[in-house]
């Protein structure tokens, strides 16, 4: 089987590339590098270009026959969203558009999708079930909406088939150390924690100390890249296997808030963060929590990295090795 991995040079995308090659796939990692690292593909073939680039994307199907494609390229700051809606919206759902077209025109009906618990907005119910409602608060996550409501139409259109993979937080890296973190700027919690543990970083920002949560901070679900990359591999082949469409959550259905994740880090590495205190950022909640329990049982999947201590283990030796 050979697939196409669109941000295969990206921090989950490299991740699933190595579990695919692990697997027996023949993976092609289809990359323009604007944020995406060469040095994080661990292997196959690699096409560099742009999936607002109508042509290059059909080059690459005309060039190349392939069962499947696993989609991870998308901008995913959701401050930035807010304030250029324009640029997600048009990177998020153009470079959908021309992937999905170039699939349908080579006869290519197998599409794994890398979405977002973003596509929730506000939780009615902890943790959120893939039937909760989706009512999105924030540009970001309507772009990832748009791009589900797009693949429900193209498989009843088109006969596609595919599996929308609903994030919650990803953390961690690679246990071997090859592949981690590297997102430029970065906005995430634990790279930015360990960082400025590393002497790398400025004081840590802690963003809305008036949440109604135990300790003012907000709690999220955090799941090991490992075990994503995992997931994405079963519902491929459960895909290609028996073809029905699905949307599943990838969580660990147990939440941390910030502080306990500070905590947690300073005990791991034996150092202390400074933290300063910000006010909330427009469009975060008080809680996400992933219910687990449909990929669980879907895919027979299981989370085997997702300990917040290992999360912060595998990141720390990535960093340090990195020395950022």
Do not use: C
Not at 68 to 88: C, M, N, T, W
Not at 268 to 283: D, L, M
Request: net charge neutral.
């Amino acid at each position: 089987m050979k697939v196409l991995v669109a941000g295969g040079a990206g921090y989950i995308g490299s991740h699933t590339v190595q579990e695919l090659l692990a697997r027996g796939f023949a993976v092609v990692t289809f990359d323009d590098f604007s944020t995406g690292r060469r040095e994080l593909i661990p292997g196959g073939e690699v096409i560099e270009g742009d999936l607002l680039d109508r042509d290059a994307v059909r080059a690459a199907f005309r060039a190349t026959r392939f069962d499947a494609v696993l989609h991870f390229a998308s901008l995913i700051q959701v401050g930035e969203s807010y304030r250029d809606p324009a640029k997600y919206y048009t990177h998020n759902l153009d470079s959908s558009l021309n992937l999905l077209d170039a699939m349908r025109e080579a006869g290519v009906g197998a599409f794994i999708f890398s979405s977002s618990a973003a596509v929730y907005g506000v939780p009615e119910v902890l943790p959120i079930p893939e039937t909760h409602p989706l009512k999105p608060i924030n540009p970001y996550g309507r772009t990832k909406l748009f791009v589900e409501r797009i693949l429900e139409d193209y498989g009843r259109a088109y006969g596609l088939r595919y599996v929308s993979l609903r994030y919650f937080n990803a953390a961690g890296a690679d246990p071997g150390g090859r592949r981690g973190e590297l997102h430029d700027p970065e906005t995430h919690l634990i790279p930015n924690l360990l960082r400025h543990l590393l002497g790398r970083a400025p004081a840590l920002e802690v963003f809305g100390p008036d949440f109604p949560t135990p300790d003012g901070t907000a709690i999220r679900d955090f799941i090991h890249v490992s075990d994503l990359a995992v997931a994405h591999v079963l519902a491929l082949e459960k895909l290609l296997a028996d073809g029905e469409s699905l949307a599943l959550n990838l969580g660990a259905s147990r939440g941390y808030s910030v502080l306990e994740v500070i905590r947690k880090a300073e005990e791991v590495t034996g150092r202390k963060a400074a933290v300063e205190r910000r006010p909330r950022r427009e469009g975060d909640v008080p809680v996400l929590l992933a219910s687990k329990e449909l990929a669980e049982r879907t895919l027979g999947w299981t989370l085997r990295q997702s300990e917040l201590e290992t999360i912060i283990e595998t990141a720390w030796r990535w960093h340090r090795s990195r020395g950022r």
